[in-house]
C-alpha cells in the first residue's frame, strides 16, 4: 500500500482534514432502546451531529384512535416503561379533565404513591445506567437492587412489574392492598441507604468528576426555548416542575422541595435526579400516613366506572352498564383539552379530542425525551466521543415514549 | 392570569384572532395563518407575556370540514418561566398549504415540525432542515391523517412468506373490525361506523351487515385479506 502523502515530507504527516462520519446506532450498547446518531468527526472531536430517533415508532398515537378511551391505557403503560405509573395516572387525569370529574381524596394519595415509587425507579434507573456506562457497574447493582424492591411493592398492588395497566378513568383498577403501608415503610430505608452508599462513591469520586463535570452543558435559555422539561431543566438552574407550579392529585399539600442544579452538566442532571429521589420519599412517607384504610376508590358514576363483577352476574342493570362501558366506551364530551404531569423525564402532557364518541378523536402524547432529545445535539456538539455516553445517558432517552 | 394574555392578544392584533376559547381552563386563540409566526414572536418577547418556554407543537386533521373549512388545526403550547401562564395558538391550514415556521422563535419547534410534516404532511416555510423523523424516507402517506388506514402496513422488508400452513385459518381481526371508525368509507360519503354499539347509535345499520350488504366498487373477499402476506399494503378493517 503506497503513503498517504509521498509527496510531503515524512515530519509533515498530517491526517486527512476532511471529517469523518460515524454511524453510532441504531444498534449500539450506550444508545439505550435503539437511535443512530450521525457524528461528524475531526480527529475525536464531535464537529456536528444529527440526531436520528424513530427507530421504536409503533403508532401509538394512532393506535389510540382505534379502540375506546379505556384502552389506551396498554398504550401509555409502553410510553415510558420505566415509569409506567406515571403515564397511567397523567392519561387518566387527562380523560378527567375533559369529562370535568374529580376523582376521591383517596384515589389522589393512591395515586401520588405509585406515581412517586414509579418515579423513584425511573431515576434510579436513569442514574444506575450512567454509573455503568462510566464503567462503574457496582452502584449499577446497587440500583437496581432497590428498584428491584420497588416493582416489588408495584407488583403487590398491580399485579404486573412493568406494564400495569392500572389506572381507569374516574379512578384505579383496584383499592389499595393491606400490605402497602408497611412495604412502603420497608423500602424507604434501603431507598436512603442505596442513595448514601452511591454518594459515598460516586459524588466525590474523581474519576466521575472528571468525566461529568463541565461536560454537556446546557444554558438556561436555550433549554426553555428548546422546550427541555424535568431533571434536565431544573440541572440548568429553572426551578420548573409541573407538581410545584400547577399542581394537580393534590401535591401543593405535601411538603416536598425542588432540586436544581447549577451549570446545567452532566453532573448535575445526576445530583439532581439522586435528590428527587430523596424527595419522593419524603412524599411518601406523608402520602402513607394520609392514606386512609376505607373510602371509595373510583368516581360514583355508573357510566365511567365499571360495576362490581359480582352484581353485573347477578343485576341486568350492572350488566347493562358493564355491557354500555366495554362495548361503546366511556363517552367524554366534546371539545379538546391538554393536560399535563411531571413525568420521569419532564412534562408529560396529553393533548386529547374528544368528538363525543367512546373513541378518542385524536390523542396527543407530548413526550419529555422527544424535545428533551434534541438538546443533546447542543450538548454533545464539540465535545469527544467518549462524552456523548455520559451525556446521552444523563438525557435519559427512553425509545417508547422518545418515538411513540 | 393567561386571560389577561388572551385580552392582550386581541388588542393587539384584533381581526387576526379569530376566536379565543377558554374550555375546561385551557386558554386557546385561533389565529389567522399569515400571523402565526407575528404572533408567536410577540408572545415570546412582550414583557407582559414572556413566552420563553415551548412546549408542544402538534396538529389534528378534520377531514370533513372541507371544503368550507381547511383541514388541519395546527396548535402550539408555551408557557412562561417567569410568570408561570400558559397559552395555546391555533391556526387552521389547509392541505398543501405552507405555514410559517416557529423555529426562529423557539429551537424546539425544529423536531416538532418535522414530526407534524411526517405524519401530518403540513408543510412549514422556512424550516431548517424539514424531513422526516419517526418514519422512513420510503414511507408513503402520512399515517396520522384520518384517511390513512389504520391497518396499513408499509415494511421496508417483506414479510417472510410462510405459506398457508403456518397461517390462523382466519384473518387477524375477523370478527371485530381492527378500527372502529372507517374513516375511508366516511370520506366517501358511505357514514357506516364499523363498531356494531355506534352504528345502531348513530341509526345506522350494524357493521357487521356490511359484509353482505357493501357490494360498492370492492366487493367483499372470499378470503379475508391477510395483514401478512407478502406483496403490496393491505387494508384491513369492514371490507375484510
Known amino acids: 500500500m503506497e503513503p498517504i502523502y509521498e509527496h510531503e515530507e515524512e515530519t509533515a504527516l498530517e491526517l486527512p482534514a476532511e471529517p469523518m462520519r460515524l454511524n453510532m446506532g441504531p444498534s449500539h450498547p450506550a444508545m439505550h432502546g435503539t437511535i443512530k446518531m450521525l457524528l461528524e468527526l475531526d480527529g475525536e472531536v464531535i464537529k456536528n451531529l444529527d440526531i436520528v430517533p424513530g427507530y421504536l415508532h409503533r403508532g401509538f398515537e394512532k393506535s389510540c384512535e382505534r379502540g375506546t378511551w379505556t384502552q389506551c391505557f396498554p398504550y401509555v403503560d409502553r410510553l415510558n416503561y420505566v415509569s409506567p405509573m406515571l403515564n397511567n395516572v397523567g392519561f387518566a387525569l387527562a380523560v378527567e379533565k375533559l369529562i370535568d370529574i374529580e376523582v376521591p381524596e383517596r384515589c389522589k394519595i393512591y395515586r401520588v404513591i405509585l406515581g412517586e415509587l414509579a418515579r423513584i425507579s425511573d431515576h434510579l434507573t436513569c442514574n444506575a445506567a450512567g454509573c455503568m456506562e462510566l464503567g462503574a457497574f457496582t452502584p449499577f447493582l446497587w440500583f437496581m437492587k432497590v428498584r428491584d424492591w420497588v416493582y416489588d411493592i408495584l407488583e403487590q398492588e398491580t399485579g404486573a412489574r412493568i406494564t400495569h395497566t392500572f389506572g381507569r378513568i374516574g379512578g384505579m383498577a383496584k383499592p389499595p392492598t393491606d400490605g402497602l403501608k408497611q412495604a412502603v415503610r420497608d423500602v424507604i430505608p434501603q431507598v436512603d441507604k442505596v442513595l448514601a452508599e452511591v454518594s459515598a462513591t460516586m459524588v466525590r469520586n474523581r474519576i466521575f468528576m472528571d468525566r461529568c463535570q463541565g461536560v454537556g452543558c446546557l444554558s438556561q435559555e436555550r433549554a426553555l426555548s428548546l422546550g427541555v422539561t424535568g431533571p434536565m431543566l431544573r440541572a440548568t438552574g429553572v426551578d420548573y416542575d409541573v407538581r410545584k407550579a400547577y399542581p394537580y392529585s393534590g401535591y401543593e399539600t405535601y411538603d416536598f422541595e425542588v432540586p436544581i442544579g447549577h451549570d446545567g452538566d452532566t453532573y448535575d442532571r445526576f445530583m439532581v435526579r439522586m435528590e428527587e429521589v430523596r424527595q419522593s420519599c419524603h412524599i411518601l412517607q406523608q402520602a402513607i400516613e394520609r392514606l386512609p384504610d376505607e373510602g371509595p376508590i373510583n368516581v360514583d358514576d355508573p357510566r365511567i366506572i365499571l360495576p362490581e363483577k359480582d352484581e353485573v352476574y347477578s343485576t341486568i342493570e350492572a350488566t347493562i352498564a358493564h355491557f354500555k362501558i366495554v362495548m361503546e366506551g366511556v363517552k367524554p364530551p366534546k371539545g379538546a383539552v391538554y393536560s399535563y404531569t411531571e413525568g420521569g423525564n419532564g412534562e408529560l402532557g396529553f393533548y386529547i379530542v374528544s368528538d363525543g364518541s367512546g373513541t378518542p378523536y385524536r390523542v396527543r402524547c407530548r413526550p419529555p425525551c422527544f424535545l428533551n432529545l434534541k438538546s443533546a445535539e447542543d450538548m454533545i456538539r464539540g465535545n469527544m466521543i467518549a462524552d456523548v455516553v455520559p451525556i446521552f445517558g444523563s438525557v435519559n432517552m427512553i425509545g417508547g415514549e422518545c418515538d411513540r | ?240
Open chain 2, 1 to 240: 392570569m393567561s386571560k389577561q394574555v388572551l385580552s392582550l392578544l386581541q388588542e393587539r392584533f384584533g381581526a387576526k384572532i379569530l376566536a379565543v376559547d377558554s374550555f375546561r381552563g385551557d386558554d386557546e386563540a385561533l389565529v389567522a395563518p399569515e400571523a402565526w409566526h407575528e404572533v408567536a414572536l410577540f408572545l415570546r418577547d412582550d414583557a407582559a407575556c414572556t413566552m420563553d418556554h415551548f412546549i408542544d407543537l402538534t396538529a389534528v386533521d378534520y377531514p370533513e370540514r372541507e371544503p368550507e373549512q381547511p383541514r388541519f388545526d395546527v396548535l402550539v403550547s408555551m408557557r412562561s418561566q417567569r410568570k408561570n401562564h400558559r397559552l395555546r395558538l391555533k391556526v387552521r391550514v389547509r392541505d398543501g398549504q405552507l405555514l410559517d415556521s416557529l423555529t426562529s422563535v423557539w429551537a424546539g419547534a425544529n423536531w416538532t415540525e418535522r414530526e407534524v410534516y411526517d405524519l401530518f404532511g403540513v408543510r412549514f416555510k422556512g424550516h431548517p432542515d424539514l424531513r422526516r423523523i419517526l418514519l422512513y424516507e420510503e414511507f408513503v402517506g402520512h399515517p396520522l391523517r384520518k384517511d390513512y388506514p389504520i391497518a396499513q402496513t408499509q415494511p421496508l422488508v417483506q414479510y417472510r412468506d410462510v405459506g398457508p400452513a403456518k397461517l390462523a385459518p382466519f384473518g387477524s381481526d375477523e370478527g371485530q373490525p381492527f378500527g372502529r371508525i372507517d374513516w375511508l368509507a366516511r370520506m366517501q360519503g358511505r357514514n357506516q361506523q364499523v363498531s356494531p354499539a355506534i352504528a345502531v347509535q348513530h341509526g345506522q345499520q350494524p357493521a357487521l351487515s356490511i359484509r353482505t350488504e357493501d357490494t360498492g366498487p370492492e366487493a367483499p373477499q372470499a378470503q379475508p385479506v391477510r395483514p401478512d402476506q407478502p406483496g403490496q399494503p393491505d387494508q384491513l378493517g369492514s371490507k375484510a
